[in-house]
């Protein structure tokens, strides 16, 4: 087994990471057959509690120190289970026929116990999303939308321990009506007012620097 623990990866070079390379893929196959069925089964009740719009199945397996981030989040990112429960709470609210599907192959972390995995979600923004754990306490829309994005797992014990989420939240805002198309006159407009406020903007920056 490699000596390399995957906090020591962060924070290498290009060059430290091209030189350390051969002793990570030699490693690597054994620890994904190690993994295998750690993955396999937990991905198969991950995908049916989410399927059947199982809270406490979905909370079931996740660890009691669970990370989540979102781009939703703002850059921060929050803790522990009841903090996921909300989570999931609010997009089944916003989104009640929101619906998930793989959109590739997922990717075995080199180091770790990690997955990357692609997807697709569909769903139509039915619900109220304020109140909920995220800043964008927005109303409902009824817009379909369809869009992808990658999560990012981490397991410890058959539990998942973090789970970092991104997708194109502009793409997103568009399909759902809230932000105009690109190329439309009404986005051109949003783009005309922005550059108008830009100078005022720039202005209380530079004076909330110097106070």
């Known amino acids: 087994m490699t000596n390399l623990e995957p906090t020591l990866v962060d924070g290498m070079t290009s060059q430290q990471l091209a030189a350390a390379m051969p002793e990570l893929v030699s490693s690597f196959a054994e620890r994904a057959a190690e993994q295998a069925i750690m993955w396999r089964d937990w991905s198969v009740r991950w995908l049916d509690a989410w399927d059947r719009h199982d809270l406490d199945a979905v909370v079931a397996l996740v660890a009691e120190d669970i990370r989540y981030e979102d781009p939703s989040l703002f850059g921060e990112y929050l803790l522990g289970k009841s903090a996921l429960r909300e989570v999931v709470t609010m997009t089944w609210q916003a989104f009640p026929d929101v619906r998930f599907e793989l959109a590739g192959t997922p990717y075995l972390a080199i180091l770790g116990t990690g997955m990357a995995a692609p997807w697709r979600m569909r769903g139509t923004f039915a619900g109220d999303m304020g109140g909920g754990p995220s800043p964008l306490g ?38 759902v009506g809230l932000l105009p198309a690109p190329r439309t006159r009404l986005f051109q407009l949003v783009i005309r007012l922005q550059r108008l406020a830009a100078p005022v903007l720039r202005a209380l920056h530079r004076y909330r620097t110097r106070s």
């Open 138 to 175: 927005i109303a409902p829309t009824g817009h379909y939308f369809d869009t992808r994005g990658v999560d990012i797992y981490e397991l410890r014990n058959g539990l998942l321990t973090r789970w970092s989420t991104t997708t194109d939240l502009f793409d997103l805002a568009r399909q």
